[in-house]
């Protein structure tokens, strides 16, 4: 198997010893990562399949998104995605249930939830 060169960067999402973060400790237990991209949402229950949504952020456990589908909190929903990766695109298929929905939190659509059930590189 070749070696994997190091990346030119890193992030960390430690925050500085001493900042009012590391006072108060956050109750997620994954760190969140901005990602404001186009999304597809399919919410099987509501016949809702492909619609298109805006990702605002994503973590390991789950994700935040805009989208003109509000399911109820514990409906299972699917995204659908692509974001590059060492210069190719890479395919994000992953789903769960709603944890939370904010009615109409940026214009007609809601913010939704999500807490990943399921993920997978590639489509399904």
């Known amino acids: 198997m070749p070696e994997v060169p190091n990346p030119p960067f890193s992030v960390s999402f430690?925050?500085?010893?001493?900042?009012?973060m590391?006072?108060?400790?956050?109750?997620?237990?994954?760190?969140r990562?901005?990602?404001?991209?186009?999304?597809?949402?399919?919410?099987?229950?509501?016949?809702?399949?492909?619609?298109?949504?805006?990702l605002r952020?994503?973590?390991?456990?789950?994700?935040?998104?805009?989208?003109?589908?509000?399911?109820?909190?514990?409906?299972v929903m699917k995204l659908d995605f692509a974001?590059?990766?060492?210069?190719?695109?890479v395919q994000i298929s992953c789903e769960g249930p709603v944890v939370r929905v904010e009615p109409q939190s940026q214009g007609e659509q809601a913010g939704v939830a999500i807490e990943f059930s399921k993920l997978?590189?590639?489509?399904?």
Do not use: K, M
């Open 120 to 124: 997978n590189l590639g489509a399904w």
């Open 33 to 54: 990562v901005q990602l404001p991209i186009p999304v597809e949402v399919s919410c099987t229950p509501l016949r809702c399949f492909r619609q298109p949504a805006h």
């Open 57 to 75: 952020n994503v973590s390991a456990g789950g994700a935040f998104l805009y989208s003109p589908v509000a399911p109820p909190v514990g409906t």
């Open 14 to 20: 430690d925050p500085p010893l001493g900042s009012a």
């Open 22 to 31: 590391r006072q108060q400790p956050d109750a997620r237990r994954f760190s």
């Open 83 to 89: 974001v590059q990766v060492t210069g190719r695109e």
